[in-house]
């Protein structure tokens, strides 16, 4: 299927030698079916030519931001509203700048600022300016402002010099917008829960049962599923993890508050259970610190399993359900009897007695274990590329 058929994207050239390779980009995106409007700055212009950019696009450029022909048949303002999508490639750091500044000296800068809609900038420029403090802030400054980023490289530049600043090839640009619009359709359609971690069963206020889970598997899986568009919910038990990704994350410390948080995020379309959560609670937490002198029974029961719930109450059941099972020894045997018992549609299963993988590594070897078809094996890779793996699978099922 091609996302990009039909869609409106607004192309804005600014002046850098990168500029020759706007036209391919024009061309790739016509080749998927876009229809293209194009601005070029004054400096753009300099690099390539409106009648080049016209024959490719078949459509006029725009460049005067007082045109009054232009103004006439379509304004700045409904320029900036006419496309689904606006790409700035090449953009320069003086492009960069105003974008930062929310300056509006021309028509490029103005459509930006006056817009409501997705920006993707394709930066390119000498490496030392890229490598600038000021242009290093700029880039900070408009991350916050929503714009999107595709590259730079790193690599030769026209100048003679090597490093990062070189703009990304058209194919990467093109297929970087192709999965925004995936991811679009994705979003508003798959809702996903994750939970992750480990759980803290408290002993007494300051001492608890828990267990080595990282959460590192699960906090991969939750942001490779938000970058493919799914409208993700983590539920963490405590971990030394950082989010920076943009999504809700519901952090809790017992299995309870697991059970409780997993309740309140649902309905989804896909659960995935990750989390290490607490076998056993402490009957009755002690109200103060147990002292030395005290004589300590622990009086322990079962917690609820989480997992377990959700499968078994159809009300409540997403239509993917998947489990992990970490295991020390014959994890095929174990995997399968919790793919049946917890009722999962996948299990996926790894050996914790290895030290490369596992707990607190940002490495993984999973055998995924299915309802309805043979197993398979993801062999030792980065955590992050084990969960874009997993995300795919889930995509290919969910559609
Ligand atoms: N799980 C859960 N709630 C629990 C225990 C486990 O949701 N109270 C989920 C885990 O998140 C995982 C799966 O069940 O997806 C298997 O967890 P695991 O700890 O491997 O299995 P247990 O059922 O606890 O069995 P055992 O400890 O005997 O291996």
Redesign the pocket.
């Known amino acids: 299927m091609n996302n990009l058929n039909n869609k409106k994207i607004l192309l804005i050239i600014c002046g850098g030698i990168a500029a020759y390779k706007s036209l391919e980009i024009i061309r790739l995106l016509k080749k998927n079916g876009v229809i293209i409007k194009t601005i070029l700055t004054k400096n753009g212009a300099e690099f390539v030519t409106p009648l080049s950019i016209t024959s490719l696009s078949q459509s006029k450029v725009y460049q005067d931001l007082f045109d009054l022909e232009n103004e006439a048949e379509m304004d700045h303002i409904s320029l900036s509203r006419w496309a689904d999508l606006i790409l700035i490639a090449p953009a320069t750091a003086n492009t960069i700048s105003k974008l930062a500044n929310g300056n509006s000296d021309d028509l490029a800068s103005t459509v930006a600022l006056a817009s409501d809609k997705n920006i993707f900038i394709a930066p390119a420029m000498n490496v030392r300016m890229w490598d600038h403090i000021s242009t290093k802030e700029n880039i900070a400054k408009i991350k916050t402002y929503n714009y999107k980023l595709i590259g730079p490289e790193i690599g030769d530049m026209a100048c003679g010099e090597y490093g990062a600043g070189k703009m990304s090839e058209p194919e990467k640009i093109v297929n970087e917008i192709k999965s925004y619009f995936e991811n679009l359709k994705i979003k508003n359609k798959f809702k996903a829960i994750v939970?992750a971690g480990p759980t803290h069963e408290y002993i007494d206020p300051i001492r608890f049962i828990t267990n080595k889970s990282s959460g590192k598997q699960g906090y991969e899986i939750a942001k490779s599923l938000s970058k493919k568009g799914f409208d993700t919910t983590l539920i963490s038990g405590p971990t030394n993890l950082e989010l920076k990704d943009d999504f809700n994350l519901i952090k809790v410390e017992t299995?309870e508050e697991?059970?409780q948080a997993t309740l309140n995020s649902l309905p989804a379309d896909v659960a995935i259970?990750?989390?290490?959560?607490?076998?056993y609670k402490v009957k009755e937490i002690h109200k103060t610190k147990i002292k030395k002198q005290d004589k300590l029974n622990l009086d322990l029961e079962k917690?609820?399993?989480?997992?377990?719930?959700i499968s078994n109450h159809n009300s409540l059941r997403p239509k993917l359900v998947?489990?992990?099972?970490?295991?020390t020894n014959d994890l095929e045997y174990?995997a399968n009897i919790?793919l049946n018992e917890?009722n999962?549609d996948w299990?996926i299963a790894n050996d914790v007695s290895n030290k490369k993988i596992g707990f607190n590594s940002d490495f993984n070897e999973v055998s995924i274990f299915y309802k309805n078809s043979k197993s398979e094996k993801l062999n030792y890779k980065p955590k992050s590329e084990i969960s874009d793996k997993l995300v795919e699978k889930i995509i290919n099922h969910l559609n």
Do not use: H, R, W
């Open positions: 939970t299995a697991m059970f259970f990750s989390a290490a959560v607490g076998d917690n609820v399993d989480i997992l377990n719930y998947i489990g992990f099972a970490a295991e174990y919790k917890k999962c299990i």
